[in-house]
């Protein structure tokens, strides 16, 4: 078979299916629908996944929370119900006995409506001590000015930063790098703004360091709570952490292991592999279907060339009867199949792809879902399946129609 | 194929026999079919309907095989063939005119008669051309890019004829060329397929039709699957 007569064959299967227009063009848009459904799907279970991903940035994903509370039973002569309470003896503590420690951080709240006020201006924001790692731990970025750091503590500077939503209300977009705000009554010089991209929802506090608070305020040492960030890969080695975590402090402030209440920690690692389990399930189930919008694709291309071979039998009795081989029947049939599908199929990744993008813009700041996206390897290799399974939809109904008598195909009905 | 001349024996059936299979009953349609055909010969095949004048038709177009019996083309044995060998068979000696045209509905009338050609690998530009030349000669030139259904019977059937000549074979089978056409388009088409005859295509018509097989050399008269009258 030389070039020219497969130049001529492609130009007579176009030329078949521009004349057979609506049999084309409704047996590819079910395969256009087909790869745009699944592209669809997920590129959009991705988007959950980036979504809840980025949810997670707001904090880092291997912090561990450590809250005191009271004891649920007696323990070594000391009685039920005593409170737990942290000095900073404790984060130093853990500090230095941890060796998984990365950044530590004790954290006292002087209050979640504390009246601060700028000149005339005044505003209730929720005002928290804590050391210069807490920064690390949070996540938050500094965008003006600069974080707290160990001299602000050492020499319990009375300075502070401010989330971005405290400089827009009581600054009201004025320079505030500098300025003195007043809290109770006693005044900080602001050093710092930040933003947190990943927690829109702590951008209205203030940070001021830990020893400023406990001279100024309380003259304690008290430390509210602890946060750490810890180096572990594994969940079991995050839980392994926190066990030492727990006989640490339970040392230290005489109360059972086993008494739960006295002690309560949160570990974020453990949360975030089960999000990522709850994940992985998501992707299960996108794919299952996925699938069964490929397979709902297959069994149509199948239904069609069916009833499209069955429709052409007169033709191909006629082809026959003039001459043409089985072989070049099946091959045609086939061809055309193949590129209908490719065709079509193209236009509906194409499709699937661009509406993904378009989502991905628009759909911005929406908890759990950013950045829609598609493996492209995923997306052509579906198509690859739908292309595949056309052709071999076809070729059963095409082999049968090959095969009829021209006798028979032509008899008048 | 060897060299055609006149007197030739280009058809030749020997105690042909077809039985249909219908359910579990076998339906015998040709008993014995003993029939030669000498190239450059018009010959027409009278018969009822279910004398099997079809089938038999279908037998010498290589459409439908037979069960007993032999059939030589031009002097070759037509036995059990593959299918692909039975389609080069009929592209290269055999045209076909049907009662029903069998023209392809998304065509033009050019690419109807081009068609026989394209399974040949000839280039478009040459089965074009060639198309275009036989659609001339009977007379239907000026609607080469009309689809079929915008053609009348008649020049559907021309259309048609057209395509059963544009590949030079040396037997054309019609199947009741004018059962759709009326008496006036039916003469012309009759004298169409004289004029065929007369450059020496050899020609077997099938009709019930007493004044169209009248026109033609020979007349076999087919009844219950065996010949009747062969005149």
Redesign the interface.
């Known amino acids: 078979m030389n070039i020219?007569?497969l130049f001529?064959q492609f130009?007579?299967i176009f030329y078949?299916l521009e004349?057979?227009k609506l049999r084309s063009i409704l047996t590819g848009l079910t395969v256009s629908w087909g790869i745009f459904m699944l592209i669809l799907l997920l590129g959009s279970g991705y988007g959950l996944e980036n979504g809840v991903h980025s949810a997670f940035e707001e904090d880092a994903v291997n912090s561990l929370w450590i809250n005191p509370g009271r004891t649920s039973f007696q323990y070594k002569g000391l009685k039920q119900g005593r409170y737990i309470r942290f000095n900073q003896l404790d984060v130093t503590g853990l500090s230095r006995n941890i060796e998984e420690k990365e950044f530590i951080s004790g954290r006292f709240y002087l209050g979640s409506n504390t009246t601060v006020r700028w000149k005339e201006k005044t505003g209730k924001f929720q005002v928290m001590g804590a050391q210069p790692e807490y920064a690390r731990i949070e996540n938050i970025k500094i965008i003006k000015g600069r974080s707290l750091n160990d001299l602000d503590e050492k020499q319990i500077r009375k300075v502070a930063i401010l989330g971005i939503e405290v400089q827009k209300e009581l600054f009201l977009h004025q320079y505030a790098i500098g300025q003195y705000i007043h809290i109770k009554g006693v005044p900080f010089q602001v050093v710092g703004i930040y933003d947190d991209p990943g927690d829109k929802w702590t951008l209205d506090r203030i940070f001021i360091p830990m020893s400023a608070v406990q001279t100024v305020f309380h003259r304690t040492d008290r430390v509210h709570n602890i946060a750490m960030t810890i180096h572990a890969k594994d969940k079991e080695k995050a839980v392994g952490v926190e066990q030492d975590v727990r006989e640490l402090i339970a040392k230290q402030h005489h109360f059972s292991l086993k008494d739960k209440r006295a002690l309560f920690t949160h570990n974020t690692l453990i949360n975030y592999t089960k999000f990522m389990n709850l994940f992985a399930n998501i992707r299960i189930f996108i794919w299952i279907i996925g699938i069964g919008s490929i397979v709902a694709g297959i069994v149509s291309i199948s239904n069609i060339m069916v009833i499209t071979v069955k429709e052409r039998t007169?033709?191909i009795?006629?082809?026959?009867?003039?001459?043409?081989?089985?072989?070049?029947v099946i091959r045609m049939i086939l061809i055309e199949s193949i590129l209908i599908t490719l065709g079509f199929g193209y236009f509906g990744l194409v499709g699937g792809v661009g509406l993904l993008e378009i989502m991905g813009n628009m759909i911005t700041g929406i908890a759990y879902f950013k950045d829609p996206q598609i493996n492209m390897g995923v997306a052509f290799g579906s198509l690859m399946v739908l292309v595949i399974s056309g052709a071999l939809a076809g070729i059963f109904p095409a082999r049968h129609a090959a095969?009829i008598?021209?006798?028979d195909a032509?008899r008048?009905e | 194929m060897p060299h055609i001349s006149k007197n030739n024996k280009i058809l030749s059936l020997k105690n042909v026999y077809k039985t249909y299979l219908q359910g579990k009953n076998h339906i015998p349609v040709l008993r014995g079919i003993t029939l030669t055909v000498r190239a450059g010969e018009m010959v027409s095949i009278m018969g009822s309907s279910g004398s099997g004048k079809s089938t038999l038709l279908?037998i010498i177009?290589l459409?439908?095989d037979y069960d007993q019996g032999e059939y030589l083309l031009n002097g070759t044995l037509m036995g059990k063939m593959n299918?692909?060998k039975a389609?080069?068979l009929?592209?290269?000696h055999l045209g076909?005119v049907?009662?029903?045209f069998?023209?392809?509905?998304?065509?033009t009338a050019l690419e109807n008669v081009a068609?026989?050609l394209?399974?040949?690998?000839i280039?478009?530009k040459k089965r074009n051309q060639k198309a275009m030349e036989y659609l001339d000669r009977l007379g239907m030139a000026q609607w080469a890019n009309h689809l079929p259904n915008e053609l009348s019977g008649g020049q559907k059937q021309r259309v048609a004829i057209a395509?059963a000549m544009i590949?030079d074979p040396s037997v054309i089978l019609a199947d009741e060329p004018t059962g759709a056409l009326d008496s006036t388009t039916s003469l012309e088409v009759m004298k169409v397929f004289k004029e065929i005859n007369a450059q020496g295509i050899t020609l077997v018509v099938i009709t019930h039709e007493r004044d169209i097989a009248a026109m033609t050399d020979r007349i076999v008269f087919l009844q219950d699957g065996v010949i009747q009258t062969d005149e």
């Open positions: 020219r007569y001529d130009q007579e078949t004349k057979n007169r033709e009795g006629i082809r026959k009867a003039l001459g043409e081989t089985p072989g070049s095969h008598r021209p006798a032509l008048d | 279908n177009g459409l439908d299918e692909s389609a080069r009929r592209n290269r076909f049907f009662q029903s069998h023209l392809i509905g998304f065509k068609l026989p394209f399974f040949q690998k280039s478009r395509r590949a």
